[in-house]
């Protein structure tokens, strides 16, 4: 071989006759048991000066050691690639069909690092080796072909190092498991070659493969991603319809995932008010609306739920400034609940009550004026609708606007003299200092109260805190005496509602008009009487 000495090569040689006649021991025996003859390293030195590219005269400092080794293995990997004349050349590796011994001689780093000049060829084929690309086999940069097909080599390919490998015409990865690269498609590397050099060897983009894949998530991933869309959609719409654009979303109802949103889980800290059956809580809807829940808990027959549902259809239809909105219902397995919009906790009686700032005259004109135009809405267009009016259920807004808060469907036809008498004790409530409560609430009583009491006490009984002026006086009494026409619940004297709007709505006009009186009134010792004096 060119890359050993004459001397140092005929020693191997005859070595490896004896051996052949002896039935000599394996190159891992060999490696173990010879040593090099006494010449080895002056041989090799020769070699080096009159060759200087042998591969091993570059390593510095020299390992002579190895350099043995080397030869040693190169005698029998030369026997067993089964070349034909190993005393003169050594131009092939064939270890095709070998997988007992080819992954032995892939393991020797040192051979390959001084791999001989005159190897051309390289066939470790058809072995089932495994792990990654064996880089070594790259040291002998002068080969011209290459064969590793038929394994399972995997990683990637090292494309940059075959750089060197200048006279590389025949290249084989067929049929091994290699990383797929995007890469190997791309480079020149690969267009040395043609396709047939990498056949399923994994490094390639498999395009049908990627087609198939593409068709794969098509007909499976697309109508698994509509059945997935259609559950979100159908959970918003029965879950959480608010979250839909507001020209989709069903008015009036709600669902208990939306009035769990709205009180942060139905949180302590939001309940306002709790009974047996009913809990109050405030909440926030998704658009910012402050809202009043009130859940009933109490188990109900499916007709009374139907009935319930009707009639929360039919208050969620009114609509007027003087009425507490109703916004919908709510039906779960739980509980049944009605959300109307979030009032102040003032009501009228609260209001009259108040001793920081009582009310003037003109205010509570102002309220009765309200409460007379939301019945009058009821009775022309929501006859079919009763209310409760009384100082502690009209509730009060910031700019006084009152708010009728009770009210309910029922069957039978509502008394329009009812309603009226209701208004007038509503009125003398809101003009006298004395109420219901000093008759523990009965409506009755105090009517028959206000009946029997003659004209210069019910002057008394007028709430002195609106410091009433001469006119405005003489308003309080034509209103007062309008209450008490509407507490006669005779047909003869009773007035209509129509005549009560007008008649309010002619005081509450001067009131605007007139911004103070022109005379006050006095009281003197031992009684009340009116005695005007100018401003």
Same mark, same amino acid.
């Given at each position: ?9 005929? +020693? ?25 003859? @006494? ?25 002579? &050691? ?89 990683? &990637? ?114 309940? *306002? ?20 829940? %009130? ?14 549902? %009707? ?43 108040? %001793? ?8 509570? *004109?102002? *309220?009765?004026?309200?409460?007379? %135009? ?11 609708? &009763? +209310? ?13 606007? @009152? ?104 005081? +509450? ?27």
């Amino acid at each position: 071989m060119a890359t050993i000495s004459a001397t140092c090569y005929l +020693y191997i040689l005859s070595w490896l006759w004896l051996c052949t006649m002896t039935l000599c021991g394996t190159v891992l025996e060999d490696l173990k048991n010879l040593h090099p003859p @006494p010449d080895f390293n002056s041989t090799i030195m020769t070699n080096c000066l009159n060759n200087p590219s042998l591969r091993y005269c570059s390593s510095t400092p020299m390992n002579f &050691d190895e350099i043995f080794k080397y030869t040693i293995v190169a005698s029998h990997l030369c026997n067993e690639s089964k070349n034909p004349n190993c005393i003169e050349s050594f131009p092939k590796v064939d270890l095709r069909n070998r997988p007992n011994i080819a992954p032995l001689y892939l393991s020797f780093e040192f051979f390959w690092r001084y791999c001989p000049l005159t190897i051309v060829s390289i066939d470790v084929s058809n072995n089932s080796l495994k792990g990654n690309f064996p880089i070594d086999v790259l040291h002998c940069t002068q080969i011209h072909a290459l064969d590793l097909s038929i394994n399972e080599f995997s990683g &990637d390919i090292p494309i940059q190092s075959f750089s060197p490998l200048t006279n590389l015409t025949f290249l084989n990865l067929s049929y091994n498991c290699f990383s797929e690269s995007e890469e190997l498609s791309d480079s020149q590397f690969f267009k040395r070659f043609n396709s047939s050099s990498f056949l399923h060897s994994g490094a390639l983009l498999d395009h049908r493969r990627f087609f198939t894949l593409k068709v794969v998530i098509l007909l499976v991933g697309f109508p698994i991603l509509v059945i997935l869309i259609v559950i979100f959609l159908a959970w918003v719409c029965f879950q959480r319809p608010d979250f839909l654009p507001r020209k989709l979303q069903r008015r009036r109802t709600f669902t208990p995932a939306i009035l769990n949103a709205a009180t942060s889980g139905f949180s302590s800290k939001n309940l *306002v008010g709790k009974s047996d059956v009913v809990h109050i809580y405030k909440g926030v809807l998704r658009d910012g609306t402050q809202v009043k829940i %009130e859940m009933y808990w109490d188990e109900i027959s499916r007709e009374r739920y139907r009935k319930f549902v %009707e009639e929360c259809k039919v208050l969620s239809e009114l609509d007027h400034k003087n009425l507490v909105r109703v916004l919908g219902w709510c039906k779960s397995r739980k509980f049944r609940a009605v959300i109307t919009e979030w009032t102040r906790k003032e009501n009228v009686e609260m209001w009259l009550l108040s %001793e920081s700032a009582p009310p003037p005259w003109s205010h509570r *004109v102002k *309220v009765l004026m309200g409460v007379v %135009e939301c019945m009058q809405y009821l009775q022309e267009e929501w006859p079919q609708v &009763d +209310y409760d009016l009384n100082t502690s259920s009209v509730l009060l807004t910031q700019d006084l606007e @009152p708010l009728i808060s009770r009210f309910k469907v029922v069957d039978h036809n509502i008394s329009t003299t009812r309603n009226i008498c209701k208004f007038g004790v509503f009125m003398l409530e809101v003009i006298l200092n004395k109420g219901q409560e000093e008759f523990e609430g009965d409506a009755g009583g105090f009517i028959k109260y206000m009946r029997r009491v003659d004209p210069e006490e019910l002057q008394q009984m007028i709430d002195e805190r609106m410091e009433l002026g001469e006119t405005s006086f003489h308003q309080v009494k034509q209103a007062v005496s309008l209450g008490l026409m509407c507490i006669d619940q005779s047909n003869s004297e009773q007035p209509s509602l129509a005549f009560i709007s007008n008649s309010i709505a002619r005081v +509450y006009k001067a009131t605007l008009v007139l911004p103070s009186a022109n005379h006050t009134i006095t009281r003197s010792h031992g009684g009340h009487r009116f005695k005007g004096h100018k401003t």
